[in-house]
């Protein structure tokens, strides 16, 4: 009875946790399945890039280019998104240490982007460089940073809360409540975040003049690149789904440009 006041009590709070704002593309169990017998044999059937390699000054100037056209892109979407507040999120390319640069990776931190040069070596085309940048200057857009710890802030609080409730009926629980809700806070809505900035980072890579019908393959290099993200993430939707999703994204974007409307991501109206 007690445990089933505290989970009730941390879902309560949790619940209070920011969730998501845009609309993404609804996935089916099947679609997932066929995606991931594919990315299986796929995974067999590709060598895995050299991530190591240094960039070449054409390579950085190229990408310098890249990030240019997505932080204007972006800038648009993201006054459409965030009401007309100021949206400056620049870009940067680690190259160095080597060690540190080859990893195939970037991230957002609310303020900016960090690209990693192992990355710009695994995705040679750069439809899919543009959609993984676009992708994180998305969580920006989305201010997926600040909420994620807001969640990771609520988490926390309602497992102090179970911390004292337990402690005032004598146990003593070594703040193990407190660790365990600020985990649940911080992953409460980290795979809808990701779907979302996907579903965002598409639009971005669309308004910045790629073709968005290129550079699908980028989940499925990723998959290469970790084969047991096809199947299970705890953070991520699988890279399965992902591509499957990123497929429809593009059918809603190119029925809009048919039709001449704007290339907007569609919001969640609020019921
Ligand atoms: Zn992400």
């Known amino acids: 009875m007690r445990h089933f006041i505290l989970l009730s009590l941390v879902a309560s709070i949790l619940s209070a946790c920011a969730n998501a704002a845009v609309y993404t593309p609804q996935v089916g169990r099947d ?95 750069e439809e899919e460089l543009a959609f993984v940048l676009s992708h994180e200057y998305a969580h920006n857009v989305l201010q997926h940073v600040n909420k994620q710890s807001l969640n990771m802030s609520l988490g926390m609080l309602a497992g102090a809360a179970a911390d004292a409730l ?15 809700g600020a985990n649940a806070g911080a992953l409460q809505y980290s795979s809808s975040y990701e779907r979302e900035a996907d579903y965002v980072g598409m639009y971005i890579v669309a308004r910045a003049g790629f073709d968005v019908s290129r550079g699908t393959d980028v989940w499925r290099k990723m998959a290469a690149n970790n084969p047991d993200s096809i199947y299970l993430s705890s953070t991520h939707p699988n890279t399965a789904e992902r591509y499957v999703a990123m497929q429809k994204t593009i059918q809603e974007i190119m029925a809009k440009e048919a039709q001449g409307q704007p290339l907007l991501p569609n919001k969640i109206v609020a019921q």
Do not use: H
């Open 166 to 180: 337990l402690a005032s009926q004598g146990m003593s629980t070594g703040g193990q409540f407190t660790k365990v």
């Open 31 to 125: 679609e997932i399945a066929t995606e991931q017998g594919y990315q299986k044999d796929y995974v067999k059937s590709v060598n895995k890039a050299k991530l190591d390699a240094p960039l070449s000054k054409d390579t950085q100037e190229r990408v310098a280019v890249i990030f240019a056209r997505i932080e204007k892109a972006g800038g648009d979407v993201c006054s459409y998104l965030a009401n007309g507040q100021p949206c400056n999120y620049p870009f940067k390319l680690i190259t160095e240490p080597a060690k540190e640069a080859a990893t195939p990776n970037a991230y957002a931190d609310g303020k900016g982007v960090f690209v990693y040069a192992g990355l710009v070596n695994m995705l040679q085309g």
